[in-house]
């Protein structure tokens, strides 16, 4: 995480990357390093588990992270640096190749370390149990607040080293506690609870579509009894619940013909007739679609500090007193910093107060944070497009490159970014985890990661579309050269927040109900296995 929280100043000081190149190289490899967490997913569910696919992910990146650390050591791996700033030679072919072999082998360790690294986690806790189930609750937000934590210790002395000492040591000593990392994570291979591969949901998903649509014309009415393949191979009736969703694909597990099973019960044909297991499982997955459209919404504001916040701090004052710069990295921080602060108020003092004085747990809903999620992604892109206003004008007027701006006035734009982060993100990770059955949470890792990669996919379609929309006869595109101070910027902050305004409303008037359905059923479990596990005589009916 060192080397992505940096890689925006690496590629423009080292490899001579700027403009839209730049922009897309880093979109572009952002969103792949977390695209790449689906075939992480099916490697993790259907052949290796978590642990293997974990501890493969972990070494490509490694290597990965080896190569990036060789071009800063060698400089025939880079072009020459920059005589002045307008007489930059850009990179070969094929040094730019062995750049992107590395950050290759970094997005591939991605995919296996991201779907199987917050799933494994939560494998460790016993969900059977309500003290396994307040664990797994507290899990997600001590899991982002410790790895943040973690975060901010490191990239303040490593980012430092990186910009202001050697970026050879900046790079090995990341390089370096990584391995140490695999290292420690094998120590505990005794200790951990292992699930074994139940295979990928991703062939169900297309074999419930294809058996519901061969199915589309039976009718199933309310108050009918209907035959349907249950997961135990047995065969069931099952009555039809008018309030369920996505009704269309029960039919899928409807027997129709009792030629569709063998002598032994089971199904012929796999791609006729599914079990009820695999229906609901999909049934889980189109229930979080409306949700994680909006998680979309809010991870392209997030993504927008990352290259364009940093390109801003690398045009503004950076000094403190006379010999002390603030590496322009290190304003990412801010949002960390912003981000394991409401975790720990939320979780320490707000909780706990609030349980004392009202009597009841007192958590706000998902929907509730996902809601105020993205209120802060759109005040982040409206204060950030009026700070680069100033800043772009006060360079100008002084005709320099470096604004007198001093970086701070960045802070409130990154903090807000951190707060989307703590509120929608976590929420949305939440979300996506408890929908899913345990036997699919890597899917769940993998879908939350792929809405992260969908979003820096859109935000660099967005920004090529805007310069191509701008820049034509003859005109400068907003976000076409390297220099901002001849860009607009702020306009493109401010599209982004009018995008913001309508996810807003989407979630407020469609999306949001997914999420309280999703709430309302994970308590309906709780009940369930709280009756089972107090002696209940049976299941209980909803």
Avoid at 60 to 79: F, K, N, Q, Y
Avoid at 153 to 178: E, F, K
Avoid at 484 to 502: D, K, Q, S
């Amino acid at each position: 995480m060192s080397l992505v929280a940096n890689i925006t100043v690496y590629l423009r000081t080292r490899y001579n990357l700027s403009g839209i190149l730049l922009v897309n190289v880093v979109q572009i490899w952002s969103g792949t390093a977390n695209i790449s967490s689906i075939a992480g997913a099916i490697v993790s569910d259907v052949f290796l588990g978590r642990f293997l696919t974990l501890l493969f992910g972990t070494i490509s990146s490694l290597l990965g992270m080896g190569a990036v650390t060789l071009t800063a050591g060698i400089p025939e791996l880079r072009p020459p640096p920059c005589s002045k700033q307008s007489l930059c030679i850009e990179p070969h072919k094929w040094q730019l190749a062995f750049l992107f072999t590395g950050l290759g082998l970094i997005a591939l360790g991605a995919g296996g370390i991201r779907p199987c690294n917050i799933a494994f986690g939560a494998d460790q806790f016993d969900t059977n149990t309500k003290k396994g189930r307040a664990q797994l609750e507290s899990f997600f937000n001590w899991w982002y607040f410790s790895f943040t934590i973690a975060l901010v210790i490191a990239l303040t002395g490593v980012i430092y080293v990186q910009t202001n000492v050697s970026w050879v040591i900046g790079y090995a000593i990341p390089t370096s506690c990584l391995a140490l990392s695999i290292l420690i994570f094998l120590l505990g291979r005794h200790t951990y609870v292992y699930k074994i591969p139940q295979g990928t949901v991703f062939v169900d998903m297309a074999k419930v579509i294809i058996a519901a649509f061969k199915k589309r014309k039976i009718c199933l009415e309310s108050g009918n009894e209907y035959s349907f393949y249950d997961t135990n191979e047995e065969v069931e009736s099952i009555k039809m619940n008018k309030a369920n969703k996505f009704k269309f694909f029960d039919r899928a597990a409807l027997i129709t013909d009792p030629s569709e099973l063998d002598s032994n019960g089971l199904v012929k044909n796999g791609w006729r007739l599914c079990s009820v297991k695999q229906v609901e499982n999909f049934k889980c997955l189109i229930g979080i679609a409306p949700v994680w459209i909006s998680a979309v919404g809010c991870f392209v504001v997030m993504d927008q500090q990352s290259i364009f916040g940093i390109l801003q701090a690398i045009q503004m004052n950076k000094s403190i007193g006379n010999n002390f710069v603030i590496p322009p990295a290190w304003m990412g921080i801010s949002s960390m910093i912003a981000l394991s602060i409401w975790i720990f108020i939320y979780e320490k003092i707000y909780i706990p107060n609030a349980r004392k004085i009202l009597k009841r747990d007192s958590r706000l809903t998902m929907q509730q944070r996902i809601s105020i999620g993205i209120v802060m992604s759109i005040l982040c892109m409206l204060v950030a497009g009026i700070i680069e206003h100033k800043r772009r004008d006060m360079a100008l007027r002084q005709g320099l490159f470096i604004s007198p701006l001093h970086v701070v006035v960045l802070l409130p734009q990154f903090i807000l970014s951190g707060l989307t982060e703590a509120f929608a993100a976590v929420a949305i990770m939440e979300f996506f985890t408890v929908q899913m059955p345990e036997t699919m949470r890597s899917v769940a890792g993998a879908i939350f990661f792929l809405s992260l990669s969908i979003g820096s996919y859109t935000s660099s379609l967005i920004v090529n579309g805007i310069h191509s929309v701008t820049g034509g006869k003859g005109k400068t595109a907003w976000l076409g050269g390297p220099d901002l101070n001849n860009n607009r910027l702020e306009y493109y902050y401010y599209i982004i927040a009018v995008l913001g305004v309508i996810n807003l409303v989407y979630f407020t008037f469609f999306a949001s109900k997914y999420v309280h359905l999703g709430e309302v059923n994970k308590v309906k479990e709780e009940l369930q296995l709280e009756n089972s596990s107090n002696g209940g005589s049976g299941v209980i009916r909803f």
